[in-house]
């Protein structure tokens, strides 16, 4: 039987697809490194697990409402305002089953056929894919490291047509690390208004910042573009719970009813545990958090260090999430690889430190290495890395 033509194109997603390839190497009894997840290394806070089990006790296993418990709206909506500044009431906040499950679900509510999604490459592997599961067109901008992986308004402004209605601002960024200022932000803002776009602004990693600037949402900046902006985030960066599924969504109150709608039909509710876990997550302080914030700057700094000083590899040093982005054509060059794909197969291969390669987010000379391991698997992984570039040098 032929599949429908929408998951014909789909292109797998890279991330997933090196971690499995990492996992069955280590199944095999290899001593694999993987710096190809993007999930914190740590257990979900105690406090969050207590909650879960309490709800469980409590017979808290039920359906809730679509859009999510109202407790748990609530928290966001104190979240948004403690954090941003932002003014959410209950029915402009939905839950989601997952960050990602945000995105998919505002995407098709929001695009029709040929309409078209500005996305900055390098990108989140998900964005285009879900841009073209809804009909859209996903219009790439180039964000070079010469500018730190960030859009200019010029470039903006240069390929919005008249079928324009989006454009995804991920900042701290998946996978380069980098964030907005927001002079930067403002500037993209006055385009945004002069074009009548809407803003998806992905802010997953926002408490993962390493620098003085704080994050800043472009829902923040003025009144316009709080009616321009939906905000997506969740818990699972923050507070490590990757596999709880918990996401949301903010933003002007008929795109979250549409949202709420399409969510009764596709996944009734978000799990309800999980639900009452997020809750306690918003609720609690955020010790935590800046725990798991510290390690991650301290593993920056030691690694970051490492990689800028291998033969071959140059790297903007990021201001948050937990990646680093290095271009490596040169060394993938010296090496003797034909690119930088067969460069990071090679290296899975022969010394098993598992990278993703940057074509599967928009940038083939570039790849992504995730933090969010042991310090000692970094310094490991930075051995075996110059290893391997020593090996090969031609």
Not at 80 to 90: A, H
Not at 166 to 182: E, H, K
Not at 246 to 272: D, Q, V, W
Request: net charge negative; with cysteine; proline share 5%.
């Amino acid at each position: 039987m032929e599949l429908a033509n929408r998951v014909q194109t789909l292109t797998p997603s890279s991330t997933l697809a090196i971690t499995a390839k990492a996992k069955a190497l280590k199944q095999e009894g290899h001593d694999v490194i993987g710096l190809g997840a993007g999930e914190p290394d740590f257990n979900t806070p105690e406090y969050i697990l207590k909650a879960a089990k309490q709800a469980m006790d409590e017979g808290l296993t039920k359906y809730t409402p679509s859009g999510g418990i109202p407790e748990l709206r609530k928290a966001v909506a104190d979240k948004l305002k403690k954090d941003q500044g932002l003014e959410y009431n209950e029915n402009q906040i939905i839950v989601t089953t997952g960050a990602k499950h945000a995105l998919f679900t505002l995407f098709q509510v929001l695009l029709n056929p040929g309409d078209e999604v500005v996305i900055p490459a390098p990108y989140w592997v998900s964005y285009p894919e879900q841009v073209k599961l809804a009909g859209g067109k996903p219009v790439f901008v180039k964000a070079g490291e010469e500018n730190e992986f960030k859009i200019t308004p010029d470039q903006l402004r240069d390929v919005i047509t008249s079928r324009t209605k989006a454009v995804i601002i991920n900042s701290p960024s998946n996978p380069t690390g980098m964030m907005y200022t927001r002079e930067e932000l403002e500037k993209l803002g006055e385009v945004v208004r002069e074009k009548d776009l809407l803003v998806v602004s992905d802010e997953i990693y926002e408490k993962l910042v390493y620098t003085e600037d704080p994050h800043v949402s472009m829902a923040q900046l003025s009144d316009d573009l709080y009616g321009r902006t939906v905000v997506i985030n969740g818990v699972s960066k923050s507070h490590s719970m990757t596999g709880w599924r918990i996401g949301y969504a903010a933003g002007p109150g008929e795109i979250i009813k549409a949202m709420t709608s399409l969510a009764s039909h596709s996944t009734s509710n978000p799990t309800s545990i999980a639900q009452h876990a997020a809750l306690a997550a918003y609720s609690g302080g955020e010790d935590e958090v800046m725990k798991m914030r510290e390690a991650f700057r301290e593993r920056l700094e030691v690694f970051y260090e490492r990689l800028i000083n291998l033969p071959g590899i140059s790297c903007e040093k990021p201001k948050g999430a937990f990646y680093l982005f290095p271009n490596v054509k040169e060394a993938a060059s010296n090496c003797g690889f034909r690119d930088v794909d067969a460069f990071v197969e090679a290296l899975l291969e022969e010394e098993k430190v598992a990278l993703v390669p940057g074509s599967g987010f928009g940038s083939e000379n570039n790849v992504r290495l995730s933090y969010a391991t042991s310090m000692d698997n970094l310094n490991k992984a930075a051995d075996r890395i110059e290893k391997f570039l020593k090996t090969h040098h031609k």
